[in-house]
């Protein structure tokens, strides 16, 4: 285990450094006191306990995108500097 030295509240927002791999664990201290210890979650279990309490909806049917709209005619920056011209 690695332990993260405090350093006020940017220790809350920066991950530990080095990378987490696996199923590492990683203990976070305060001045040499273990206040918390990360544990990676296994996915699929994570997944299953949201879709038996009804926290996540599984999506439906199949994965299609919708074909790309035609972006022919003036450009957003043409229009753009148009109406600034009428301004001047």
Do not use: Y
């Not at 949201?50 to 919708?66: F, S, T, Y």
């Not at 957003?76 to 001047?88: G, I, M, S």
Request: without cysteine; positive net charge; hydrophobic residues 35%.
């Amino acid at each position: 285990m690695r332990s993260a030295a405090d350093r006020g509240p940017a220790a809350t927002r920066q991950p530990l450094p080095g990378p987490s791999q696996g199923r590492r664990v990683e203990e976070v201290t305060v001045r040499g006191t273990p206040v918390a210890v990360l544990v990676p979650a296994a996915r699929d279990e994570v997944r299953e306990r949201l879709v038996q309490d009804g926290r996540l909806i599984p999506a439906r049917g199949p994965r299609v995108l919708p074909e790309p709209v035609d972006m022919s005619g003036p450009s957003t920056a043409d229009v753009l500097d148009e109406l600034r011209a009428d301004r001047l």
